[in-house]
T-cell receptor
Framework: NAGVTQTPKFRILKIGQSMTLQCTQD?????MYWYRQDPGMGLKLIYY???????DKGEVPNGYNVSRSTTEDFPLRLELAAPSQTSVYFC??????????????FGPGTRLTVL | AQKITQTQPGMFVQEKEAVTLDCTYD???????LFWYKQPSSGEMIFLIY??????QNATEGRYSLNFQKARKSANLVISASQLGDSAMYFC???????????FGTGTRLQVFP
């Protein structure tokens, strides 16, 4: 059982380039999330999704886009990379049902540097 | 607005001793959940323990326990019998009822020495 997987693990971008961070979960979780963690800080929510076809903004959505075409996948798109987007990106998933929402489980993270 | 505060940037503890990591929170919602995550130097986020606001008893998971004091709005993590492998960053997080978003504190770096 792989849980939440993220690719790539590391990436260096030049200013203005674009890229997609991939996230896949195999736990049949309906909720998925993207967070960023800046050095010495906690995680901040970028976007989240409560199911296929449904996404919503979190605390820091500017400069990012997401889509959720399947239950398993939740890619995060950076269109015009900026140095301020240098961070570690975490994808997470959880199950939400009649009894409320379960614990969020995290992927290993993607370390992104924008130069 | 909801907020999580971890006032200890760093803590030291000797192996086999117990240590308490502090976490206070602020919310006006009567329904909420509190989480602790461990982040070792390898970077992954590992779920440790959960406490619901309506839970009558403090949560425990092996060597981890959560000292939940609702009136004081605190949710301190207690690690008993510390091990060298416990050296890591520890994050407290809160989820308000009706949402599924986590708000994280800034973390506490715990170092366990022999």
């Amino acid at each position: 059982n792989a849980g939440v997987t993220q690719t790539p693990k590391f990436r260096i971008l030049k200013i203005g380039q674009s890229m997609t961070l991939q996230c896949t979960q195999d736990m049949n979780h309906n909720y998925m999330y993207w967070y960023r963690q800046d050095p010495g800080m906690g995680l901040k929510l970028i976007y989240y999704s409560v199911g296929a076809g449904i996404t919503d903004k979190g605390e820091v959505p500017n400069g990012y886009n997401v889509s959720r075409s399947t239950t398993e996948d939740f890619p995060l798109r950076l269109e015009l990379a900026a140095p301020s987007q240098t961070s570690v990106y975490f994808c997470a998933s959880s199950y939400s049902g009649a009894r409320g929402t379960d614990t969020q489980y995290f992927g290993p993270g993607t370390r992104l540097t924008v130069l | 607005a909801q907020k999580i505060t971890q006032t200890q940037p760093g803590m030291f503890v000797q192996e086999k001793e117990a240590v308490t990591l502090d976490c206070t929170y602020d919310t006006s919602d009567p329904s909420y959940g509190l989480f602790w995550y461990k982040q070792p130097s390898s970077g992954e986020m590992i779920f440790l323990i959960y406490q619901g606001s309506y839970d009558q008893q403090n949560a425990t998971e092996g060597r981890y326990s959560l000292n939940f004091q609702k009136a004081r709005k605190s949710a301190n993590l207690v690690i008993s019998a510390s091990q060298l492998g416990d050296s890591a960053m520890y994050f407290c997080a809160m989820r308000e009822g009706g949402t599924d978003k986590l708000i994280f504190g800034t973390g506490t770096r715990l170092q366990v020495f022999p």
